[in-house]
């Protein structure tokens, strides 16, 4: 898995918890005893388990958009969880090396991102994610997986069209990515399904798939991304395993900016790359 949430990130890129955390997980059990309900009593009702809750309150789980949401009515909170989860720290289940980049990405106007290993964090379903996981050793713990997935998840609200500006996507991926059925077909299938849904509806989201045959590449040096920020400076980023580099040096953000330019011709139009996603659909 990329974007610092994947399986073998090294000691120093462990998920960490955060005061954010700790300071929701309190007002969560603070909500929740004000309601006199125990552990038991509300995981059903915000359909999560026990130990999922026990997490988030002991501030060592992210919580997902939907168990805020849940929690918010069941617990009749008053808006109280909804603004506290605007001010969470994303670092649980990010790589420290990650987190940097993570942060402009929040806030960018403009991302572009080259992959030749697996689909981008962004666009990636939960089970493609757990999938991907699961394939490359060691493996995590329930909770740490949990955390990661929790963290990949909650950065997809970067892609709605009702953030103020939406961020415009750029999104360059290896046709034999998406044939490699990482996870099955029926995950395949789910993949495929989500990608096409969310390029019909977002605008602001464009999708290339680079074809299996392409004798000359401008990616061949690896994964890339680009950000622009708020004030149009721009930044790129670079990661392998175990490790990530985010690049400030003009000079080098432009040659990477040379290079994206140049995929960007080499791979199909965003028109042809969604023929040929609905082709690969149809054969599952």
Same mark, same amino acid.
């Given at each position: 898995? @990329?974007? !610092? @949430? !994947?399986?073998?990130?090294?000691?120093? !890129?462990?998920?960490?918890?955060?005061?954010?955390? +700790? #300071?929701? /997980?309190?007002?969560?059990?603070?909500?929740?005893?004000? #309601? &006199?309900?125990?552990?038991?009593?509300?995981?059903?009702?915000?359909?999560?388990?026990?130990?999922?809750?026990?997490? $988030?309150?002991?501030?060592?789980?992210?919580? *997902?958009?939907?168990?805020?949401?849940? #929690?918010?009515?069941?617990?009749?909170?008053?808006?109280?969880?909804?603004?506290?989860?605007?001010?969470?720290?994303?670092?649980?289940?990010?790589?420290?090396?990650?987190?940097?980049?993570?942060?402009?990405?929040?806030?960018?106007?403009?991302?572009?991102?080259?992959?030749?290993?697996?689909?981008?964090?962004?666009?990636?379903?939960?089970?493609?994610? &757990?999938?991907?996981?699961?394939?490359?050793?060691?493996?995590?713990? #329930?909770?740490?997986?949990?955390? +990661?997935?929790?963290?990949?998840?909650?950065?997809?609200?970067? =892609?709605?069209?009702?953030?103020?500006?939406?961020?415009?996507?750029?999104? $360059?991926?290896?046709?034999?990515?998406?044939?490699?059925?990482?996870? /099955?077909?029926?995950?395949?299938?789910?993949?495929?399904?989500?990608?096409?849904?969310? $390029?019909?509806?977002?605008?602001?989201?464009?999708?290339? %798939?680079?074809?299996? +045959?392409?004798?000359?590449?401008? !990616?061949?040096?690896?994964?890339?991304? %680009?950000?622009?920020? *708020?004030?149009?400076?721009?930044? /790129?980023?670079?990661?392998?395993?175990?490790?990530?580099?985010?690049?400030?040096?003009?000079?080098?953000?432009?040659?990477?900016?040379?290079?994206?330019?140049?995929?960007?011709?080499?791979?199909?139009?965003?028109?042809?790359? =969604?023929?040929?996603?609905? &082709?690969?659909? /149809?054969?599952?």
């Amino acid at each position: 898995m @990329t974007d !610092g @949430t !994947g399986a073998g990130v090294a000691a120093g !890129g462990e998920p960490e918890t955060s005061d954010s955390l +700790r #300071a929701f /997980g309190e007002v969560v059990k603070a909500f929740r005893k004000r #309601a &006199r309900l125990t552990q038991e009593e509300f995981a059903p009702r915000v359909r999560y388990s026990v130990p999922t809750i026990a997490s $988030i309150e002991q501030g060592r789980r992210f919580p *997902p958009p939907d168990f805020v949401e849940r #929690a918010e009515e069941v617990l009749d909170a008053f808006g109280a969880l909804r603004g506290a989860a605007r001010h969470l720290s994303r670092q649980p289940g990010l790589a420290s090396w990650f987190r940097q980049w993570a942060k402009l990405e929040a806030e960018a106007v403009s991302l572009n991102t080259y992959e030749c290993r697996v689909v981008p964090g962004l666009l990636q379903t939960e089970g493609y994610a &757990r999938a991907v996981t699961f394939s490359v050793p060691p493996l995590p713990d #329930a909770e740490t997986m949990d955390q +990661r997935i929790a963290a990949r998840l909650a950065r997809h609200d970067l =892609l709605s069209t009702s953030r103020k500006p939406p961020t415009s996507f750029s999104f $360059i991926v290896e046709q034999a990515v998406l044939e490699r059925h990482t996870g /099955g077909d029926a995950v395949t299938r789910e993949l495929y399904d989500h990608l096409l849904d969310l $390029i019909e509806r977002n605008w602001n989201v464009e999708l290339q %798939l680079m074809p299996l +045959r392409q004798p000359v590449h401008a !990616g061949l040096d690896g994964p890339l991304r %680009l950000a622009e920020t *708020p004030d149009n400076r721009w930044f /790129g980023y670079s990661e392998g395993q175990e490790n990530g580099r985010l690049i400030s040096d003009p000079k080098e953000v432009s040659r990477l900016h040379q290079r994206y330019a140049k995929m960007r011709s080499q791979a199909l139009t965003p028109e042809d790359s =969604l023929g040929l996603l609905k &082709r690969l659909r /149809g054969t599952l």
